[in-house]
């Protein structure tokens, strides 16, 4: 049971990783201009999600003990639970420094305001 919850967990670590790539991945396509920066931050908050979701499993499944054995050694817990979360604080931020820069610059929707005038009229 100790090495099933320990290989269960590390696999949640690596889905975890794996979700933040993707989230990097949509925040590549969307700066560089192969998707709108809607559609970026559509597609990036469930990709968050899951990654959020796979972090807390992980800590989940490899704190405690079991026959008093600790699950997983408390050094290694810390290290990859804090490498995960910068790396999602970083992946977030970085979201954040695109879409003030990025979006807030650009121009107003032109057809929008015309639209709604002629519906006013």
């Known amino acids: 049971m100790l090495h099933f919850r320990r290989t269960l967990g590390i696999i949640c670590y690596l889905v975890m990783l794996a979700a933040d790539a993707a989230a990097l991945y949509v925040i590549y396509i969307s700066y560089f201009g192969q998707i709108t920066y809607y559609h970026g931050m559509l597609l990036f908050v469930p990709i968050f999600i899951v990654s959020y979701w796979f972090a807390t499993f992980f800590m989940q499944l490899t704190g405690g003990r079991i026959h008093g054995r600790r699950i997983m050694p408390m050094g290694v817990r810390v290290?990859?639970?804090?490498?995960?979360?910068?790396?999602?604080?970083?992946?977030?931020?970085?979201?954040?420094?695109?879409?003030?820069?990025?979006?807030?610059?650009?121009?107003?929707?032109?057809?929008?305001?015309?639209?709604?005038?002629?519906?006013?009229?």
């Open 79 to 121: 290290f990859l639970n804090t490498l995960g979360t910068i790396f999602s604080i970083a992946l977030v931020g970085f979201w954040g420094y695109i879409y003030f820069t990025q979006l807030m610059n650009e121009p107003a929707n032109q057809n929008l305001a015309v639209n709604t005038l002629m519906l006013i009229k």
